[in-house]
C-alpha cells in the first residue's frame, strides 16, 4: 500500500518527551507490588480458586499412574477383570471431577481477574484526578488515555489467567519430574536433558521481548494522542483544507504502531517453536532409551506408558509457561508506565494538619509572590497586591503579562515559588484544597461543558441543589430564556463538549454553574470574550446584583468589562504597573490609558 508522504513541519506537531521506554530490569518487587491488588479477594475468590487448581493438578498427576502402571501392569496385563473395572470407574470420577473443578476455577479466576482491573483502573483514575495541572501540562490527553485504558487492559489476561495458571503449572511440572524420578531416574535425566539449552535461549529473550511490549505502549499512546487531538480539532483541519496531510501523518503514526505490534508478536512467537523443538527432541530420547531400558528388563511397559503420558503433560505447562512469560512481560511493560503515574506526587499538596477554610469574607493577599512555570522566565516578579473581600477587582495587561497565574495562585493550582498568597490573613498552603477550592467559582473563556444534560451542567458544583435552586441560577444570569426553547428544556442531553449550544449559550451555563455553586471568590477569566454585546449587557446586570458581597476577579481583554470594578491591576511581564479605578488609570494616562485608546481605536476602524 503506498503511503502518502508526510511534510516535516507536520511530523513536528506532536511531542512525546514523557512516554519514553522505562529500561529496568525486571525485578520481583514490582511485580508483588501488581500482586498487591489481589489482597481483597484473599478471604474469598482467591483461595477458592487456588483450591480448585490443587484439585485439578492432583486430579491430573494420578490419572496417568492409574492407566499406566496399574491398568496396564496389573489389570490387563495380569487380566484382572474385577481390578479393571474398579480403576475404569475411578478414572472416569476423577475425570468428572477434574471437569467440575476447572468450570469453576475458570468462572472464579474471571471474576478474580475483572475485580483486580476494575480496582487497579479506579485506583489510577482517582490518583490523576488528584493530581497537580503540571502534570497535565507536560502531557496530552491521549498519553494519559493510553495508560488509564490500555495499559490496564494488558494486565487483563495477567490477572485473569496468568497468576492462577503460573502456580498451576508450576506445581504440574514440580508434581511431573518428582513423580517421573521415581518411575525412572535414568530415562528422566535423559529426556530432560534439553531444558538447561531451552531455559538459556529463553532467558537471553526476555529483556529484547519486554521492550517490544514497551514500544508498542508508546506507539499506542502517540496513535491515541493524534486521534484525540484530530477529533478536538476538526474544525479547524478542515477550515485550513488540512485533511490530506492530517491523513497522511495519522497513516505514518499508524504505521509506526503496527510495526512495533509485529515486531512484539514475533518475538513472542519464537517461544512456542522453541518449546515443540525441545518436546520432538525429549520425545525422540524417550522412545529410543525407554526402548532400550524395557528391554534390558528396568522399565516395564506400563511405567514407560505412565512415563509417556507425563512426558506429554510436562511439555504443556512449559508452553504455557512461556505464554503467561510473555504476558509476565507485556504486564511489566504496562505496570511500569502505570506505576510510573502512581508515583507521581501532587506538586501542590495538603500540608499535615491543614486546616479548613470556612465562612470567609474574601479578603486576599499576595505578599512578595514569586512563581515561574518552568524554572527559567519568571510570571509574577514580587507581585504584592490586596483584593478586599467583596470588591470587584480587575487584572489587566497583554498576553503572558501574569494576570491567569494570578488566578492559578488563587485557586492553588500552583504554589508561588517564594512569598503568600493569602485568604483572610490565612495563607493558603495551610489549608485543606477541598475547603478553598468549594470557596470559589471559576468561569473559563473555553468553557468546558460535559456529557449529560443541562440540569447537570449547571449543578457539577453544587449536586445537592434541587431542580428549583437551578432553574433560579439560570434566571437570574439569563439562561432561563434560551433554556426553556430546547427540545427538552432543562432535561435536554447537550452531547460531548455542549456542541449542540452557541458559544454564547455554553458561556450563560458557566455562568449559572458558577453562581449556583454560591461562592464567596468568583474567578472570570475571559468569561464575556465569546458573547455578543447584547448578552453581556444582559449579564453585567446580573453580576451586579448576584456579585453584591463577593469577591470577584475579572480578567479580561474587552476593557470594556471593567469599567465599573473597585479596583485594576495593570501588570507588564508579571509586575504591577499601575493599579486604582478607572478613572483614576485614566488621569494617570499611563499604561491603562493607552490600552483603552488602542481599543477604542480598533473599534472605531471596526
Given at each position: 500500500?503506498?503511503?502518502?508522504?508526510?511534510?516535516?513541519?507536520?511530523?513536528?506537531?506532536?511531542?512525546?518527551?514523557?512516554?519514553?521506554?522505562?529500561?529496568?530490569?525486571?525485578?520481583?518487587?514490582?511485580?508483588?507490588?501488581?500482586l498487591?491488588?489481589?489482597?481483597p479477594?484473599?478471604?474469598n475468590?482467591?483461595?477458592?480458586?487456588?483450591?480448585?487448581?490443587?484439585?485439578?493438578?492432583?486430579?491430573?498427576?494420578?490419572?496417568?499412574?492409574?492407566?499406566?502402571?496399574?491398568?496396564?501392569?496389573?489389570?490387563?496385563?495380569?487380566?484382572?477383570?474385577?481390578?479393571?473395572?474398579?480403576?475404569?470407574?475411578?478414572?472416569?470420577?476423577?475425570?468428572?471431577?477434574?471437569y467440575?473443578?476447572?468450570v469453576?476455577?475458570?468462572?472464579?479466576?474471571?471474576?478474580?481477574?475483572?475485580?483486580?482491573?476494575?480496582?487497579?483502573?479506579?485506583?489510577?483514575?482517582?490518583h490523576?484526578?488528584?493530581?497537580?495541572?503540571?502534570?497535565?501540562?507536560?502531557?496530552?490527553?491521549?498519553?494519559?488515555?493510553?495508560?488509564?485504558?490500555?495499559?490496564?487492559?494488558s494486565?487483563q489476561?495477567?490477572?485473569?489467567?496468568?497468576?492462577?495458571?503460573?502456580?498451576?503449572?508450576?506445581?504440574?511440572?514440580?508434581?511431573?519430574?518428582?513423580?517421573?524420578?521415581?518411575?525412572?531416574?535414568?530415562?528422566?535425566?535423559?529426556?530432560?536433558?534439553?531444558?538447561?539449552?531451552?531455559?538459556f535461549?529463553?532467558t537471553?529473550?526476555r529483556?529484547?521481548?519486554?521492550?517490544?511490549?514497551?514500544?508498542?505502549?508508546?506507539?499506542?499512546?502517540?496513535?491515541?494522542?493524534?486521534?484525540?487531538?484530530?477529533?478536538?480539532?476538526?474544525r479547524?483541519?478542515?477550515?485550513?483544507?488540512?485533511?490530506?496531510?492530517?491523513?497522511?501523518?495519522?497513516?505514518?503514526?499508524?504505521?509506526?504502531?503496527?510495526?512495533?505490534?509485529?515486531?512484539?508478536?514475533?518475538?513472542?512467537?519464537?517461544?512456542?517453536?522453541?518449546?515443540?523443538?525441545t518436546?520432538?527432541?525429549?520425545?525422540?530420547?524417550?522412545?529410543?532409551?525407554g526402548?532400550?531400558?524395557?528391554?534390558g528388563?528396568?522399565?516395564?511397559?506400563?511405567?514407560?506408558?505412565?512415563?509417556?503420558?507425563?512426558?506429554?503433560?510436562?511439555?504443556?505447562?512449559?508452553?504455557?509457561?512461556?505464554?503467561?512469560?510473555?504476558?509476565?512481560?507485556?504486564?511489566?511493560?504496562?505496570?511500569?508506565?502505570?506505576?510510573?503515574?502512581?508515583?507521581?506526587?501532587?506538586?501542590?499538596?495538603?500540608?499535615?494538619?491543614?486546616?479548613?477554610?470556612?465562612d470567609?469574607?474574601?479578603?486576599?493577599?499576595?505578599?512578595?509572590v514569586?512563581?515561574?512555570y518552568?524554572?527559567?522566565?519568571?510570571?509574577?516578579?514580587?507581585?504584592?497586591?490586596?483584593?478586599?473581600?467583596?470588591e470587584?477587582?480587575?487584572?489587566?495587561?497583554?498576553?503572558?503579562?501574569?494576570?491567569t497565574?494570578?488566578?492559578?495562585?488563587?485557586?492553588?493550582f500552583?504554589?508561588p515559588?517564594?512569598?503568600?498568597?493569602?485568604?483572610?490573613?490565612?495563607?493558603?498552603?495551610?489549608?485543606?484544597?477541598?475547603?478553598?477550592?468549594?470557596?470559589?467559582?471559576?468561569?473559563?473563556?473555553?468553557?468546558?461543558?460535559?456529557?449529560?444534560?443541562?440540569?447537570?451542567?449547571?449543578?457539577?458544583?453544587?449536586?445537592?441543589?434541587n431542580?428549583?435552586?437551578?432553574?433560579?441560577a439560570?434566571?437570574?444570569?439569563?439562561?432561563?430564556?434560551?433554556?426553556?426553547?430546547?427540545?427538552?428544556?432543562?432535561?435536554?442531553?447537550?452531547e460531548?463538549?455542549?456542541?449542540?449550544?452557541?458559544?454564547?449559550e455554553?458561556?450563560?451555563?458557566?455562568?449559572?454553574?458558577?453562581?449556583?455553586?454560591?461562592?464567596?471568590?468568583?474567578?472570570?477569566?475571559?468569561?464575556?470574550?465569546?458573547?455578543?454585546?447584547?448578552?453581556?449587557?444582559?449579564?453585567?446586570?446580573?453580576?451586579?446584583?448576584?456579585?453584591?458581597?463577593?469577591?470577584?476577579?475579572?480578567?479580561?481583554?474587552?476593557?470594556?468589562?471593567?469599567?465599573?470594578?473597585?479596583?485594576?491591576?495593570?501588570?507588564?511581564?508579571?509586575?504591577?504597573?499601575?493599579?486604582?479605578?478607572?478613572?483614576?488609570?485614566?488621569?494617570?494616562?499611563?499604561?491603562?490609558?493607552?490600552?483603552?485608546k488602542?481599543?477604542?481605536?480598533?473599534?472605531?476602524?471596526?
Amino acid at each position: 500500500m503506498k503511503k502518502d508522504k508526510v511534510s516535516p513541519n507536520a511530523l513536528k506537531r506532536f511531542h512525546y518527551s514523557q512516554d519514553q521506554i522505562i529500561d529496568k530490569p525486571f525485578n520481583w518487587e514490582q511485580l508483588w507490588r501488581l500482586l498487591t491488588y489481589l489482597k481483597p479477594y484473599s478471604k474469598n475468590l482467591l483461595p477458592l480458586s487456588i483450591l480448585m487448581v490443587l484439585i485439578t493438578t492432583g486430579v491430573r498427576l494420578v490419572i496417568p499412574i492409574l492407566i499406566g502402571v496399574y491398568t496396564l501392569d496389573k489389570a490387563i496385563i495380569e487380566r484382572d477383570a474385577s481390578l479393571l473395572t474398579i480403576l475404569v470407574g475411578i478414572i472416569a470420577g476423577l475425570y468428572i471431577l477434574s471437569y467440575v473443578s476447572n468450570v469453576l476455577r475458570i468462572r472464579w479466576m474471571n471474576q478474580l481477574g475483572q475485580g483486580v482491573i476494575y480496582d487497579l483502573r479506579k485506583h489510577l483514575f482517582s490518583h490523576v484526578q488528584m493530581l497537580s495541572h503540571r502534570f497535565f501540562d507536560q502531557r496530552s490527553a491521549g498519553s494519559i488515555l493510553v495508560r488509564i485504558m490500555n495499559d490496564i487492559n494488558s494486565l487483563q489476561e495477567l490477572f485473569t489467567n496468568g497468576v492462577i495458571n503460573l502456580l498451576m503449572d508450576m506445581l504440574m511440572l514440580v508434581g511431573i519430574i518428582l513423580i517421573l524420578s521415581t518411575l525412572s531416574p535414568e530415562l528422566t535425566l535423559a529426556v530432560l536433558v534439553i531444558l538447561p539449552l531451552m531455559f538459556f535461549i529463553s532467558t537471553s529473550l526476555r529483556k529484547k521481548i519486554r521492550r517490544s511490549w514497551q514500544s508498542v505502549r508508546i506507539k499506542q499512546s502517540k496513535l491515541n494522542s493524534h486521534l484525540n487531538e484530530s477529533i478536538q480539532g476538526i474544525r479547524v483541519t478542515q477550515s485550513f483544507t488540512q485533511e490530506k496531510e492530517n491523513m497522511a501523518f495519522f497513516d505514518g503514526v499508524n504505521t509506526e504502531n503496527y510495526d512495533s505490534w509485529k515486531t512484539a508478536t514475533k518475538k513472542n512467537a519464537m517461544f512456542r517453536p522453541l518449546v515443540e523443538l525441545t518436546n520432538a527432541v525429549g520425545t525422540a530420547v524417550l522412545i529410543w532409551y525407554g526402548a532400550y531400558l524395557i528391554q534390558g528388563g528396568s522399565l516395564q511397559l506400563g511405567e514407560f506408558v505412565s512415563f509417556a503420558f507425563y512426558l506429554g503433560m510436562f511439555w504443556e505447562p512449559i508452553s504455557r509457561l512461556g505464554m503467561v512469560y510473555n504476558q509476565l512481560l507485556m504486564g511489566m511493560a504496562s505496570s511500569e508506565r502505570i506505576f510510573e503515574f502512581l508515583d507521581e506526587k501532587p506538586i501542590v499538596h495538603e500540608k499535615a494538619g491543614a486546616k479548613d477554610l470556612t465562612d470567609i469574607k474574601g479578603d486576599i493577599v499576595f505578599d512578595s509572590v514569586e512563581f515561574s512555570y518552568d524554572e527559567k522566565r519568571k510570571a509574577l516578579d514580587k507581585i504584592s497586591l490586596e483584593m478586599k473581600a467583596g470588591e470587584t477587582v480587575a487584572l489587566v495587561g497583554h498576553t503572558g503579562s501574569g494576570k491567569t497565574t494570578i488566578a492559578n495562585l488563587i485557586t492553588r493550582f500552583y504554589d508561588p515559588t517564594a512569598g503568600k498568597v493569602m485568604i483572610d490573613g490565612i495563607d493558603l498552603k495551610d489549608v485543606t484544597l477541598t475547603s478553598l477550592r468549594n470557596q470559589i467559582s471559576i468561569v473559563l473563556q473555553d468553557t468546558f461543558i460535559f456529557s449529560g444534560t443541562i440540569k447537570e451542567n449547571i449543578r457539577f458544583g453544587r449536586p445537592d441543589a434541587n431542580d428549583e435552586e437551578v432553574k433560579e441560577a439560570a434566571k437570574a444570569i439569563g439562561a432561563h430564556r434560551f433554556i426553556e426553547k430546547l427540545p427538552n428544556g432543562y432535561e435536554t442531553e447537550v452531547e460531548e463538549r455542549g456542541n449542540i449550544l452557541s458559544v454564547g449559550e455554553r458561556q450563560l451555563l458557566s455562568f449559572a454553574r458558577a453562581l449556583l455553586a454560591n461562592p464567596s471568590i468568583i474567578i472570570m477569566d475571559e468569561a464575556t470574550a465569546s458573547i455578543d454585546t447584547e448578552t453581556e449587557v444582559q449579564i453585567q446586570l446580573a453580576l451586579k446584583k448576584l456579585l453584591n458581597g463577593r469577591t470577584a476577579i475579572i480578567i479580561a481583554h474587552r476593557l470594556s468589562t471593567i469599567r465599573e470594578s473597585d479596583n485594576i491591576f495593570v501588570l507588564d511581564h508579571g509586575k504591577i504597573i499601575e493599579s486604582g479605578n478607572h478613572d483614576q488609570l485614566m488621569d494617570l494616562q499611563g499604561e491603562y490609558f493607552h490600552l483603552v485608546k488602542a481599543q477604542f481605536k480598533m473599534l472605531e476602524v471596526i
